[in-house]
């Protein structure tokens, strides 16, 4: 009876310190809006509502309607026989179904072609280094970018990783990343890099556009304050945070099985395998135990907070890149097993050490309550009343509350709503402002909502809001769009960042 009690009470009190608390809608990748746009629209008319019993479709109703997102096999279990799937024209599938099968024929007249380029299929990835010290070849991933059924038909033994699970930080168009202005610009950053003492303000300064791939390993180290500034401390630096953080492994990964971190392991247990579900890297065995030891060791060093549902997506950004610094070819398909012991122990604790230092800037987010993240919520929602009142308004009317969609974007710093060579792309820039990932990232999503007005004020109900909020069509984004939005994020700070008067009617 004792038991079944304690039991109960720790369900009531899913908030103490150090419990796992759940993120409200959280989904992984975006969903690609030509794909869902026309069943959002169907679902919402036939769950449509009159205007008068408006206030019926709000966040319970809506809550009932729809499942927990943290479920695995949320996708596998969808209901398609819904009124909108039930009416499909049998003289359409027919047309289709013949057209496909014109197309393979096709396909198959030439089969000497699709041969011949398979024979280019290199047998394994190279494993270089360092890329920092290496010039990359991009032209192959460029071509695949402009025409994936090239791709598809000249890499058939490599698995088509779909655009919003692509890596590779190029603009959403297929440009050539390396024009002659950023070789400049790479130029300088090794000039800046191999100094004495590197200037860590101008580093910060030449960073804030965005850093060279080449060049981001070394640099994320010294703007995290993982590294430091001068060269000739760096190598013992690096080997002495290294085997401290190996030796946390062995004083503590056993105790994951002791009865007061069961369940703390057993969440991240559960998480590790929806991180970007959508990308191989993620999915190899011997990745999620780098990140399961990752987030345990820093659980158990931060009892304020331990583990919360969505810390586990900030160690990707970091594993990525330092990645990147050993691998030649895009990551979304490497085999880390090609990588030798020692490389992937240096991946693992720069990983560790680098992500801790992001969660020192914002532990507020993730302590008893949460309540740096409550107070960004309400100063995003004075922000945006300030900046867009007919965008505020129309979330007033149809009763949508800034938490129910922003405590997402503040507890995964929105990376659950943009593609990770975004995200890389705009931590570049968190990392080179003043409290960038705590105070910076505000005015990046007031930025990020209206950049959605339109939309937003084309949807009339509670439940399209929420679903468009929700899966904002970010799958295509690039350097290009992200830039934009920092331009825009930027403007919004040095408006109101220093006028706190703004924010009040």
């Known amino acids: 009876m004792a038991a079944e009690n304690s039991k109960q009470f720790w369900k009531r009190s899913a908030k103490l310190p150090g419990s796992i608390q759940p993120v ?34 709000s966040f319970h109703e809506f809550a009932r309607n729809t499942s927990d997102a943290w479920d695995i096999g949320d996708d596998e279990e969808e209901d398609f026989s819904s009124p909108p799937f039930q009416t499909l024209n049998s003289k359409v599938a027919l047309a289709t179904a013949a057209q496909v099968l014109e197309n393979h024929s096709k396909l198959r007249v030439k089969p000497e072609r699709s041969q011949s380029t398979t024979s280019d299929v290199p047998a394994s990835y190279k494993v270089i280094k360092s890329s920092s010290d290496a010039q990359l070849s991009r032209n192959s991933s460029d071509t695949c970018l402009r025409n994936p059924l090239h791709k ?55 960073s804030w556009p965005g850093v060279p791939r080449e060049v981001r390993p070394v640099t994320w180290r010294l703007l995290s304050g993982y590294l430091p500034a001068n060269t000739e401390r760096r190598k013992l630096t690096l080997q002495r945070k290294r085997e401290e953080y190996f030796g946390f492994i062995e004083q503590y990964y056993d105790s994951r099985n002791e009865e007061h971190h069961q369940d703390t392991y057993r969440q991240i247990h ?7 579900p959508l990308i191989p890297l993620f999915q190899q065995p011997l990745v999620q135990e780098i990140f399961e030891r990752i987030l345990f060791i820093w659980a158990i060093r931060h009892p304020a907070s331990g583990y919360v549902q969505g810390i586990n997506d900030l160690v990707t950004p970091f594993f990525v890149v330092f990645l990147s610094e050993y691998v030649e ?30 969660l020192d800037g914002i532990q507020d987010n993730y302590t008893f309550a949460q309540p740096g993240i409550q107070k960004k919520v309400k100063a995003l929602e004075e922000l945006v009343s300030r900046i867009d009142e007919q965008v505020h308004n129309h979330f ?8 129910q969609f922003a405590f997402r974007w503040m507890n995964n710093l929105l990376m659950r709503e943009l593609p990770l060579r975004c995200t890389i792309r705009l931590w570049d820039t968190y990392q080179s402002e003043p409290e960038g990932f705590s105070h910076f990232h505000l005015y990046v999503c ?53 006028a706190p008067n703004h924010y009040r009617r």
């Open 152 to 206: 598809q038909q000249s890499l058939p033994l490599r698995p088509i990783i779909p655009l919003v699970a692509r890596i590779s930080d190029q603009n959403a168009s297929g440009a050539p990343p390396m024009t002659v202005r950023e070789k400049t610009r790479l130029e300088k950053f090794r000039q800046l890099l191999s100094s004495h003492n590197t200037d860590l303000d101008e580093l910060r300064k030449c």
């Open 24 to 57: 409200y809608g959280a989904q992984h990748p975006p969903l690609d809006p030509r794909l869902t746009k026309n069943f959002i629209k169907e679902r919402s008319k036939v769950n449509a509502v009159p205007l008068k019993n408006k206030k019926a479709s």
């Open 329 to 358: 070819e895009d990551v979304e398909n490497f085999d880390v097993t090609n990588l030798s012991q020692d490389m992937l122990r240096s991946i693992e604790a720069d990983s560790f050490w680098c992500m801790s230092k992001l």
């Open 446 to 498: 007031a930025a990020f909502l209206i950049k959605w007005r339109k939309e937003i004020l084309d949807e009339e109900d509670f439940q399209g809001l929420l679903m468009l909020l929700q899966n904002l069509p970010t799958i295509h984004w690039g350097n290009e769009e992200i830039g934009l939005l920092l331009a825009e994020a930027y403007r919004l700070k040095y408006m109101f960042a220093d």
């Open 396 to 403: 007033r009317r149809y009763e949508v509350e800034y938490l």
């Open 270 to 276: 559960i998480d590790i395998p929806r991180t970007n």
